[in-house]
């Protein structure tokens, strides 16, 4: 039973690490931060901002708990390999704690040396 407790406060200090750690990187975003700007700036530094289709903002309630989830679903058509790369690279390095949760990237038909690509994009925000 010691075993199995040691076990589980180890477990315990590790998540609450991680814990303490993400409220340090939330507390450093700047003032009045929010998802679609972040991305339709990085989309100007890019070179893809005249690319974007479309982007549908939504957010989801949390049942329980402070945060909320902001999500972002774009659609960029026409770009390089390379631009996308770039783009999804600030995305996810980024200090704002952002993730790309889904992504789709297909040939584009007219022009077969770009690509169209469809992504979700991810973070929490306080409610």
């Not at 406060?9 to 303490?20: C, I, N, R, V």
């Not at 100007?44 to 902001?70: H, L, R, W």
């Amino acid at each position: 039973a010691i075993v199995e407790m040691q076990r589980l406060q180890a477990e315990y200090d590790l998540l609450k690490s991680h814990a303490d750690q993400s409220k340090v990187r939330f507390d450093k975003r700047p003032k009045g931060f929010t998802l679609f700007s972040f991305l339709d700036r990085l989309a100007g530094q890019t070179g893809v901002k005249d690319n974007i289709a479309y982007m549908k903002p939504s957010k989801t309630a949390p049942k329980s708990g402070p945060f909320s989830i902001s999500s972002v679903e774009m659609k960029i058509q026409a770009v390089t390999l390379n631009q996308i790369t770039q783009y999804l690279y600030k995305v996810e390095t980024s200090p704002n704690m952002v993730t790309v949760k889904r992504l789709s990237i297909t040939k584009n038909e007219k022009q077969p040396v770009v690509v169209n690509a469809v992504l979700q994009v991810e973070t929490f925000e306080s409610s």
